[in-house]
């Protein structure tokens, strides 16, 4: 079982920024990629970015691409994302995950993934 401590969510005012953290810890740790996904609340989850541990490629979502910069430590296991130009429609709680990158939908599966923290847009 893998544990996850993110960090950096928060209210946010339209066109800021804000940087969130995970770190992963546990026995074993060991995965393919590493990123974030968001659900908004009465959507469905959705992929924002992924990193993957094998080749340092780097997945974003097209609702993102260009704003947000994913980054990653692979010996610390710890994984950053980077948001800027922030929007309102980018308000959603935000999770740590890992899994198996892929191109389009940026998560294949994820395979185990932390509690969420908020991001909060306001207009």
């Known amino acids: 079982q893998l544990q996850f401590v993110e960090s950096g969510g928060g209210l946010v005012q339209a066109g800021g920024s804000r940087r969130l953290s995970c770190a992963v810890s546990?026995?074993?740790?060991?995965?393919?990629?590493i990123g974030w996904f968001r659900q908004a609340p009465g959507k469905e989850r959705e992929g924002v970015s992924c990193?993957?541990?094998?080749?340092?490629?780097?997945y974003y979502s097209d609702s993102v691409k260009g704003r947000f910069t994913i980054s990653g430590d692979n010996a610390k296991n710890t994984v950053t994302l980077q948001m800027k130009s922030l929007k309102p429609e980018d308000t959603a709680v935000y999770y740590c995950?890992?899994?198996?990158?892929?191109?389009?939908?940026?998560?294949?599966?994820?395979?185990?993934w932390g509690t969420g923290t908020l991001v909060n847009v306001s207009s």
């Open positions: 990193l993957s541990s094998r080749d340092g490629k780097t």
């Open positions: 546990g026995f074993s740790v060991d995965y393919e990629g």
């Open positions: 995950g890992t899994g198996k990158c892929t191109a389009g939908s940026i998560w294949y599966t994820v395979d185990h």
